[in-house]
């Protein structure tokens, strides 16, 4: 064992010598918390870019936009779930079912026939009565109905025809769908924005890196 050898081995049996490598190792490595801090905007890190800064300040953005936009699209839900059901409410009051007679035989529908009778369905001409005022009109029928046959039909508040009433509970669903549509929609595109940032950020580094390596290469030999 030559002179070096035997002094790096005395040295590492120095306990303050182990000790000073520990803390040296820690201070380069340093917790998450500090690599977070010299990473931000702000840092005075000489190898970042403004182009870098600008990602950074994106991020933290983005970030707080797709956080908010968690109680706003709730509320857009909150907003049309209360429509929805004030209008199914409606619904539920001014519609009711009644029987109707069939005055023919069911027929498919034609292209000129009533546009609110769906083109796939059957229809047939029948009679109603609401409140004892007799009504007749084309009924969207099952399929293969004959003359005579009664089925049930829903009517609005002037006896005409129409869909059942929205539940509450299609109501509630719809709200739900539509304010996770919009935080899907909102916090896609700010995310697909970030990451096109991200990519044009990298090319940038990228050509710069080239232009140094090309600089360097040029320069003269000492």
């Known amino acids: 064992m030559n002179v070096l050898d035997e002094q790096c081995h005395a040295a590492t049996r120095d306990p303050h010598w182990v000790e ?30 403004g182009f870098h800064r600008l990602e950074t300040v994106a991020v933290a953005v983005i970030v707080a936009f797709v956080l908010l936009m968690v109680p706003i699209a709730g509320a857009i839900g909150t907003v049309y779930y209360a429509n929805s059901s004030e209008r199914a409410q409606g619904e539920r009051d001014t519609r009711k079912q009644v029987g ?18 769906p083109r796939e369905s059957d229809y047939a001409s029948a009679r109603w009565f609401v409140d004892g005022v007799e009504h007749i009109g084309r009924l969207q029928t099952p399929s293969g109905a004959t003359a005579g046959q009664e089925i049930t039909v829903w009517v609005d508040a002037d006896a005409l025809p129409t869909t059942a009433p929205q539940s ?21 595109s700010a995310i697909t924005a970030l990451y096109v940032l991200h990519r044009i950020g990298l090319r940038r580094r990228m050509a710069q890196w080239d232009r140094e390596w090309e600089a360097a290469d040029h320069r003269p030999s000492r």
């Open 100 to 117: 109707a007679v069939l005055l023919e035989d069911s027929r498919p529908a034609a292209p000129d026939d009533d546009p609110r009778i």
């Open 168 to 188: 509450g509970i299609h109501a509630g669903l719809d709200g739900v769908a539509l304010a996770v549509t919009v935080w899907f929609i909102s916090a896609g």
């Open 20 to 49: 000073g490598l520990g803390d040296m190792t820690m201070r380069a490595q340093g917790g998450p918390m500090r690599r977070l801090w010299r990473s931000a905007p702000w840092s005075r890190n000489p190898l970042m870019g």
